[in-house]
């Protein structure tokens, strides 16, 4: 019996409690939310994980243990009144990318100035794994990049291609949908040059925003505590990407920014499209509204239940649901599709990817009524909707067992794996990864001889 036990016990993975470390963006109760079940797996099997977060003033820590820095003497950077104003009022490019971003570093800078002690506590306490929001969280990148510990990229969204490029995934850019679709022309046909082009500047602009711009704002932010912070570096040397975005279902393109009800307040919303939302729920009499609702205390007709938070999984999964109402932020349109819900979704932040899209731009009472009837009296929706159900669901590995798994297994490694693990062009220079070289050189040559 004893040599029969031996290559047995040999063969299980045993991870022992690991102290993991979640660094969010500021306020980042949404972008958190997003890996609540991976983070709640690894809870149940035994690791200790932490949350970072700055909360202006707090936020709730999700039952992990608090690390949370309550900025009590500064307002929350991502509720200006110009970004609310933006949001209904302009459309979300790439080269908007930057504002959250120097959100982000501004939140930054506020806690290295005032509360370093409790920046300097989370760069000593020693973490066995850091992952870190790939969105926003200056200070997250600060912690991870002097602590000790490897970190992960933990993106709440698709990898867009600038950061593809960053960590080498090969995302051919000219034959993949803008990440930035503008609402009014979400369509995506390779076929033609216009196209093509279009997705080739957006990469080339993603590139200098994401890339260079918003890393250079991030390295002034973080000078005080890094000598020389670099965006590039910081994403190369990630031990590991895990992304919430189900690419199965819709493969590796346009981004999904799922921002919820923390960027939308309802209270600072203009008049007009408030009106406009309000008239269309009042008009809907023959059905129920619950409405997740933020803004100023008012009287609404008795079919209109207003709360400041409800549970949205519950609702979506109540069999009296008929129709759902959002902007399309990420974990809406998952719960939506895993629940059969038609949906309509108008973006606000981002373009959101999937669904019945309404624009912003054309938000009157009579047009939201008209596209609520719609899906409301067409039983297509309704079939699309589980039939979308049942692609979602069908998949080779739950994706929380895989989730689970690659920690578990980066954890065994001491938090990264062995280089040959990771690609080679990770490492290069653009020059070499775009095979820029292969053709210049040539050319050169070429031009050479001829003279």
């Known amino acids: 019996m004893f040599p029969l036990l031996l290559p047995v016990i040999a063969s299980l993975d045993i991870v022992h409690g690991a102290k993991i470390l979640v660094a969010s963006m500021p306020q980042g109760r949404s972008h958190t939310g997003s890996f609540m079940a991976l983070i709640s797996k690894l809870k149940y099997d035994g690791h200790q994980v932490f949350l970072y977060m700055e909360a202006y003033p707090d936020e709730m820590n999700f039952g992990l243990e608090d690390r949370i820095l309550r900025i009590k003497n500064h307002t929350n950077p991502f509720a200006d009144d110009k970004f609310q104003t933006f949001l209904w009022q302009d ?34 306490e020693k973490f066995d794994l850091i992952l870190t929001d790939t969105l926003f969280a200056a200070c997250a990148y600060g912690i991870a990049t002097l602590n000790q510990a490897h970190h992960v990229l933990m993106s709440s969204t698709h990898i867009e291609s600038a950061t593809g490029s960053m960590r080498a995934y090969g ?17 995506f046909k390779p076929s033609y040059f216009r196209y093509r082009l279009a997705s080739t500047l957006e990469w080339i602009e993603n590139f200098v925003i994401n890339g260079i711009i918003v890393g250079e704002r991030m390295k002034i932010a973080l000078a005080p505590v890094v000598s020389s912070f670099c965006f590039f570096e910081y994403h190369k040397t990630a031990s ?19 921002v919820s009800g923390t960027v939308i307040n309802w209270g600072q919303i203009p008049k007009a499209q408030f009106e406009a ?32 938070w409800i549970p949205q999984v519950d609702v979506l999964f109540d069999n009296r649901t008929v129709l759902f109402f959002s902007h399309g932020g990420l974990k809406s349109v998952k719960e939506a599709t895993c629940s059969s819900v038609p949906s309509i979704f108008m ?3 981002a373009e959101q990817g999937y669904g019945e899209v309404f624009s912003k731009h054309n938000l009157t009472t009579e ?46 490694y001491g938090g990264r794996m062995p280089e040959f693990f990771y690609p080679r062009a990770i490492t290069r ?16 040559i070429v031009i050479g001889i001829s003279y």
Not at 100 to 117: I, M, N, Q
Not at 240 to 258: E, K, Q, S
Not at 278 to 302: C, F, H, P, Q
Not at 371 to 400: C, G, Q, W, Y
């Open 91 to 124: 459309d979300y490019g790439v080269t908007n990318q930057r504002l959250p971003f120097f959100y982000g570093a501004g939140s930054c800078e506020t806690v290295l100035k005032e509360h370093r002690d409790h920046f300097n506590q989370m760069v000593e």
């Open 171 to 187: 995302i051919n850019f000219v034959l993949t949908p803008r990440h930035y679709m503008p609402v009014d022309d979400t369509e």
């Open 240 to 258: 590991a990407t895990l992304t919430d975005m189900p690419t199965d279902l819709i493969g590796p393109f346009p981004r999904t920014n799922d």
């Open 277 to 308: 939302v309000l008239g269309t729920l009042s008009s809907l009499t023959d059905y129920r509204i619950v409405w997740a609702y933020n803004g100023r205390e008012m009287k609404m007709k008795s079919h209109i239940y207003a709360l400041k």
């Open 347 to 349: 973006p606000m932040f």
């Open 367 to 412: 047009n939201l009524t008209a596209v609520m009837k719609r899906v409301l009296e067409n039983k297509r929706f309704t079939s699309n909707a589980a039939r979308m159900t049942m692609l979602f669901n069908d998949k080779v590995i739950h994706p929380l067992k895989h989730g689970v798994h690659y920690v578990n297994r980066l954890l065994k």
């Open 429 to 444: 220079d653009y020059l070499s990864y775009l095979n820029l070289d292969i053709f210049i050189i040539p050319l050169i």
